[in-house]
């Protein structure tokens, strides 16, 4: 009992990829909440490091966060560290022993790798960092292509290409644990997918809005502004049910022009069930249909465990809702032709994240999560552009550059009560909750180019020495 007590109480090392840093612990902090674990780094946490040291976890909350997780490469059970090779020996013959002789006994295999991050290692240096770790008390067999126990020395030489230094910052020794799910980015690429648009989501960033959200077996999970389901994809991956809905009938139907190179109009395969059936998560596919965000047609109720979408921004894709400025004479009882097309109409931006906060504060289930994208205009970023309302707690707020002045953020928010009336009005007592009319300029923003002539003005008057 005691052995299984001090194996409960370990430290574990994240080794993370290093790009949309700002992503990555937002994702695992949901991910340990899904564990209901709190986030517990170790002293001297940075958080665009490479390398994260945790506390307060089992193996079994490790191997949970590296089954789902996209940021993270791989997890190791943490023997030792040091910012020397002479620390990291005394750090690891410190190491219980008890803990260590699991995985060394006489019938054993094992192999030890050497990672290095910002840096190139030859052959030959990698193995003398091997042998000069023979203080280690292995009685197994060493095993190069089907080790039973994987140990790795992973050295940290910063984070700046142009300034490596020659000896590492710090250095950690561990056993490998899991790996992540980075092979996901690869197998879900749109590249191969049946079904694309404009603006078909990402795979690395549609698994990580799935994570941000939450998203867990069988939660139903709903995405107002679909698409080609990129999203729903993510969420069904995850065991999750989805549907969505969209004002195009063309791609909600699979109808209209291909994507594909070659072909002019698309094909039996190319629609949103069809994506999922790729990739065997048909079953989890509830329905689309064409519908107007802006328009209720759900019934009120706490319906979607989460919202995770990604609203046209009016760059590739239009922001439209059904509607007129002018006034159109209705047909008798409105009944409607079987041709009739609806009028559309321009969906500003801040009615677009109104509309959304609003139908997910009546829609989500207390503690479900809405993820979306804010476009903004770099230069004229705050928090204060940022939407809120009374009933969704702000989780996350994470910046993806898109160019020099334009950005995208991913927000994250959680349903902390229900609606009431008085929220309706929340805006007028509270400032925080009125719509930031601004947005509905970024696509001006976006095309005028203006960053662009200010930063040559601001070249030039740094060569006239102003």
């Given amino acids: 009992m005691a052995a299984s007590n001090s194996r409960s109480c ?58 789902r997780s996209v940021c ?15 620390e990291l020996k005394t750090s690891i013959l410190n190491y219980p022993l008890e803990n260590m002789s699991p995985f060394m006994h006489k ?80 197998s ?13 989501m990402d795979a690395g960033l549609s698994f990580l809005m799935a994570n941000h959200a939450k998203v867990k077996e069988n939660d139903l999970i709903f995405d107002p502004f679909v698409g080609t389901g990129s999203l729903l994809v993510a969420c069904s991956h995850f065991g999750a049910y989805v549907c969505g809905t969209d004002i195009d009938y063309n791609t909600i139907h699979g109808k209209g022009r291909s994507s594909r190179k070659n072909q002019k109009w698309r094909g039996p395969d190319e629609n949103i069930r069809a994506n999922l059936r ?17 328009k209720p047609v759900w019934r009120k109720a706490a319906l979607f465990d989460a919202i995770i979408t990604d609203p046209p921004y009016g760059i590739r894709e239009s922001t439209r809702k059904t509607g007129s400025h002018k006034d159109i004479t209705k047909p008798p009882d409105g009944i409607y032709v079987e041709s009739h097309v609806p009028v559309s109409q321009a969906y500003h931006l801040s009615d677009i ?59 994250t928010m959680e349903k902390i009560k229900e609606p009431e009336e008085l ?17 509905n300029a970024f696509r001006e923003k976006y095309f005028s180019g203006l960053n662009k002539r200010c930063g040559k003005e601001d070249n030039k008057s740094e060569v006239n020495g102003e």
């Fill in 10 to 67: 370990l430290q574990y090392l994240l080794h993370l990829a290093h790009d949309n840093l700002d992503f990555r612990l937002p994702e695992i902090k949901a991910l340990l909440a899904l564990r209901t674990k709190p986030f517990r780094p170790c002293e001297n946490f940075k958080e665009k490091s490479p390398f994260w040291c945790l506390d307060g976890l089992c193996e079994d909350d490790v191997r949970s966060i590296m089954a």
């Fill in 72 to 86: 993270a490469k791989s997890a190791f059970e943490l023997w030792g560290h040091g910012q020397t090779h002479s």
């Fill in 107 to 186: 019938n054993s295999t094992y192999r030890i790798n050497v990672y290095t991050f910002n840096k190139t290692l030859q052959f030959a240096d990698r193995i003398k960092r091997i042998d000069a770790m023979e203080y280690l008390p292995f009685e197994g067999t060493v095993s190069l292509k089907e080790p039973e126990n994987i140990f790795c020395l992973l050295e940290d030489y910063g984070t700046d290409p142009n300034n490596i230094p020659e000896h590492p910052n710090y250095i950690y020794f561990g056993r490998w644990i899991a790996d992540g799910q980075r092979e996901l980015i690869r």
């Fill in 188 to 200: 879900h690429s749109v590249k191969n997918r049946h079904f694309i648009g404009n603006t078909s």
């Fill in 278 to 294: 790729q990739y065997g998560t048909e079953r989890m596919y509830l329905d689309v249909m064409v519908s107007d965000a802006a």
């Fill in 353 to 411: 994240f109104t509309d959304l906060l609003n139908f997910s504060a009546h829609h989500l289930v207390i503690g479900g999560r809405v993820v979306y994208w804010l476009p903004v205009y770099r230069p004229e970023y705050c928090e204060e552009m940022v939407p809120l309302h009374p009933c969704l707690l702000l989780i996350s707020n994470c910046e993806q550059t898109l160019s020099s002045h334009t950005s995208r953020r991913l927000i």
């Fill in 423 to 439: 929220d309706s009005q929340a805006h007028l007592s509270d400032p925080r909750f009125s719509p930031y009319q601004g947005h």
